[in-house]
């Protein structure tokens, strides 16, 4: 089985699924099989909620403060497994929660699931990637057509219900390109931050 929990950089990370609604041109899982201490994290099949729950009690959460869910697919195509994991987590090991996210759980789910996930997320990251529709969808080539629009609604209704919100680019940007990116999250209430490119 592939591995659910794994760490990189000092963090602990939940891969609680390999569903995703986007193809993104720079995804590492078109070229690397696994991050950080993970031998793999491609699942034969999705784990279940008493897997993840079981990859938990068996990792040693001393030391860590923050689960992030983030691995080698959207978190949010999981919703119930995130949420049930998330609230366990958080009850049994005293972590906060963020949630690394591509911002169309909406879409994917064709619901407003943020007050569902603002009941366990402590911290919810968004990537933004690109200022302009035309370009996100150029390097996400989402399924969904109206994918940046939802996922600019997304963030907004997330920066009402959770307490950390941002939004990221990488900087492969350009400076214009990442001004442009920084007036469009604070359009909507939220705090851009730009990631390295690694
Ligand atoms: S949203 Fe994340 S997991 Fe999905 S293709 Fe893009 S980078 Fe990869």
Redesign the pocket.
């Known amino acids: 089985m592939a591995d659910i929990l794994y760490t990189y950089k000092n963090q602990v990370y939940a891969n609680i699924t390999n569903l ?1 609604d ?3 041109e ?4 078109s070229h690397e099989n696994g991050v950080g201490d993970a031998e793999t994290l491609w699942h034969k099949v999705d784990p279940t909620l008493e897997e993840i729950i079981a990859a938990m009690d068996a990792f040693d959460f001393n030391g860590y403060n923050e689960l992030v869910y983030c691995g ?3 978190p949010t195509c999981a919703l119930e497994n995130l949420v049930k994991s998330a609230e366990y987590a958080k009850e049994k090991y005293g972590v906060t929660v963020r949630v690394n996210t ?1 911002g169309l759980g909406n879409l994917y789910h064709g619901k407003d699931i943020v007050p569902t996930l603002a009941k366990v997320t402590d911290a919810v990251s968004i ?1 933004l990637n690109a200022p302009t529709k035309e370009e996100y969808t150029r390097v ?1 080539r989402p399924k969904f057509e109206n994918a940046f629009e939802a996922m600019l609604d997304f963030a907004a209704e997330c920066e009402k219900m959770i307490p950390q919100v941002k939004m990221t680019v990488v900087d492969v940007l350009s400076e214009e390109d990442i001004k442009a990116s920084r007036e469009l999250a604070e359009s909507i209430g939220v705090e851009l931050r730009v990631r390295k490119y690694t």
């Open positions: 995703c986007c193809r993104c720079f995804c590492i899982r080698y697919g959207e591509n990537s996400t």
